[in-house]
């Protein structure tokens, strides 16, 4: 999936082997690491995205590393559970968080208050996987275009509803962003799940979902939904026929969704360097790459500073897009 690589991987290449500036070379990168297995907690339920990223690379590490990786979900109250759950783990490189932007990207961005910081309490690893929201409306909607349907949500503002995981959801954040470049005002009808809001917007109940790739293509293929834009800045090889947002009007538009290992801060760096060696290595295998690709997702693997950066700059978007349209959390 083509997304733009500079900001994923913050100039640097798209996979990328060794500890990388700053981190333990040679001997002294936990010579003596891994002696027994390694946890990979999912805070999420079975089944979804996450967790299928994360048993696929589980997979192929444990083949490389000497030690099989367990996963562990442990789902509830937005991601929060399982990602502080690690955060308070011990930094010796047996306890990771399989992360996504939701918990690490947009929870500080509406939350008043966390029980972990995403920045202070991780070492980050390496992101793995990363993908657009793809902006779709019933087929019945009459806009053929985005700028048909912004011109549609312009003449009647408010009419337009969109479906939600949820209030403060990443989708959620992204609508309002995009309300706020398009200048337009649409209503907000959050839901438990994006099956649920995706089946209401199939049946017309609702004029948009900004869907992840893998919920909507089924039914833009089918016919039932009609993809208006993607939200990547370059366009997507699983729908190549769909523009970005950013084409259409709005220069620079982005939001990505993503995933990526974390360890607790205080891991010892050699201990990180190693795991990022082997995650990218395993990342660059092709079974494994093609698993996550039929996951409608781009392969990664960047450097601990890369992704660091890349998280930097995502929490402070989403906080300026929650702060502008006035989203919170209790």
Same mark, same amino acid.
């Given at each position: 999936?083509?997304?733009?690589? !500079? ?52 997979? !192929? ?81 009459? *806009? ?24 403060? *959801? ?55 939904? !009609? ?11 699983? #729908? ?68 660091? #950066? ?21």
């Amino acid at each position: 999936m083509r997304i733009d690589r !500079r900001r994923l991987l913050g100039l640097g290449t798209v996979v990328a082997l060794g500890a990388g500036p700053g981190l333990a070379p040679g001997p002294a990168r936990a010579a003596d690491f891994p002696t027994r297995p390694i946890k990979i907690v999912v805070p999420y339920a079975p089944g979804g995205g996450a967790d299928s990223v994360a048993r696929i690379v589980a997979k !192929r590490v444990g083949e490389t590393i000497g030690q099989p990786l367990v996963i562990e979900n442990k789902g509830g109250a937005g991601a929060i559970l399982g990602t502080e759950q690690v955060a308070k783990a011990e930094p010796d490189g047996y306890t990771l968080l399989l992360g996504q932007s939701g918990p690490i990207s947009i929870n500080p961005a509406v939350y008043k208050s966390l029980p972990y910081d995403p920045v202070k309490d991780f070492a980050p690893i390496t992101m793995t996987t990363a993908y657009p929201y793809i902006l779709v409306v019933n087929a019945a909607l009459p *806009a053929k275009t985005l700028a048909e349907f912004v011109a549609l949500a312009k003449a009647k503002p408010d009419a337009m509803n969109y479906g939600s995981t949820g209030v403060g *959801a990443a989708n959620h954040l992204v609508a309002e962003l995009f309300d706020a470049k398009a200048g337009i005002r649409m209503t907000h009808v959050p839901y438990r799940g994006t099956a649920l809001a995706v089946g209401d917007l199939v049946a017309g109940q609702l004029s948009v979902v900004f869907g992840d790739p893998i919920s909507v293509l089924p039914h833009i293929k089918s016919g039932k939904l !009609r993809a208006l834009a993607v939200t990547s800045l370059e366009r997507s090889p699983v #729908a190549p026929e769909v523009p970005t947002v950013a084409e259409s009007g709005y220069p620079g538009f982005e939001a990505l969704a993503w995933h990526g290992l974390f360890a607790p801060a205080k891991t010892p760096p050699a201990v990180v360097a190693l795991l990022n060696e082997q995650i990218v290595k395993a990342l660059q295998d092709p079974a494994t790459r093609e698993l996550l690709v039929n996951q409608a997702m781009q392969v990664v693997g960047n450097t601990p500073q890369a992704f660091a #950066a890349f998280i930097a700059k995502d929490i402070a978007t989403w906080k300026a897009v929650a702060a502008d349209a006035k989203v919170s959390v209790e």
